[in-house]
């Protein structure tokens, strides 16, 4: 795990899981970015188990915390890493442990 980066414990269907966010790349462009994206690490019992890549849009964002919205990195991504965590955890109650693209 590098600086910035933690593994938040989630329990679903009686299993514990580990989400590890990855760096936060944001989409380019001369206006405020409108999407982010990044991977999440699925861990059990240490093992890695699936590579989410994650895409947040601005609007998803703009619902849970306005505030972070055009601030720096280190309140935004706190933020993006949640709605990212909710989201898998709520896929991985439905059963999907596998590799896939996560919109949020």
Known sequence: MSDGERRYP????????????????????????ALWGFQVHV???????????????????????????????EHLAPVLHQIAIDKITEQLGEGAIE???VFA
């Open 43 to 73: 861990y059990r019992d240490g093992q890695l188990l699936a590579v989410k890549t994650c895409f947040i849009g601005r609007v998803r964002v703009h619902t849970k915390a306005p505030e972070v919205l055009d601030g720096p990195m």
């Open 10 to 33: 989630v329990e679903v269907n009686g299993i514990q899981y580990e989400l590890e966010p990855q760096g936060v790349r944001a989409s380019l462009s001369d206006s405020p970015s």
């Open 99 to 101: 590799d896939e693209i």
